[in-house]
T-cell receptor, first 112, second 110 residues
């Protein structure tokens, strides 16, 4: 158990819709990172939040956005869903930006 | 091309046998992480290596980072069914924005 939880576990949406995925970090971890993992691939970095501010972003379009809250929870929002957004979305928390990341179980998103 | 290449992509071994998974980087690593993933689930942290020549062990799993810090290996001794899963190496090139390899799927046959 990593102490990192994610909700929901599974989600089905249609193309063009919007989705919000949630993550609850370990207590005391002020950094959260989000990753997208397509089937058969390694996770790809979306962005990182540190103390409620974005602290780096991967090669993802602006329709991927995030929020981090003071209570160690965070959100990943995706607008205008596309079929290629179907993937496992992982959040990872760490005590700081330079420290080991601990992953949640993921949310599997299917876009039809 | 991938910044981080893992080999092999899949591996099937008999229970009790030893095995090695390799992770090669196209540039110098500041930190190299090994994670294990059960199919469709989250990643479990195994080990982190930072210094060239560093070697760490946990139970029957040993990971090494070569002197030039561009390659790491994960070695499992006397494999067990519980070792089955997907092993991922992740490189810390820029301040914890981890770049992952494509993973190695390990199957243990009884």
């Amino acid at each position: 158990e990593t102490g990192v939880t994610q909700s929901p576990t599974h989600l089905i949406k249609t193309r063009g819709q919007q989705v919000t995925l949630r993550c609850s970090s370990q207590s005391g971890h002020n950094t959260v990172s989000w990753y997208q993992q397509a089937l058969g691939q390694g996770p790809q970095f979306i962005f990182q939040y540190y103390r409620e501010e974005e602290n780096g972003r991967g090669n993802f379009p602006p329709r991927f956005s995030g929020l981090q809250f003071p209570n160690y929870s965070s959100e990943l929002n995706v607008n205008a869903l596309e079929l290629d957004d179907s993937a496992l979305y992982l959040c990872a928390s760490s005590p700081g930006p330079e420290e080991t990341q601990y992953f949640g179980p993921g949310t599997r998103l299917l876009v039809l | 091309s991938q910044e981080l290449e893992q080999s092999p992509q899949s591996l099937i071994v008999q229970e009790g046998k030893n095995l090695t998974i390799n992770c090669t980087s196209s540039k110098t690593l500041y930190g190299l992480y090994w994670y294990k993933q059960k199919y469709g689930e989250g990643l479990i942290f195994l080990m982190m290596l930072q210094k060239g020549g560093e070697e760490k062990s946990h139970e029957k799993i040993t990971a090494k980072l070569d002197e030039k810090k561009q390659q790491s290996s994960l070695h499992i001794t006397a494999s067990q069914p519980s070792h089955a899963g997907i092993y991922l190496c992740g490189a810390d090139y820029v301040s914890q924005k981890l770049v992952f390899g494509q993973g190695t799927r390990l199957t243990i046959n009884p």
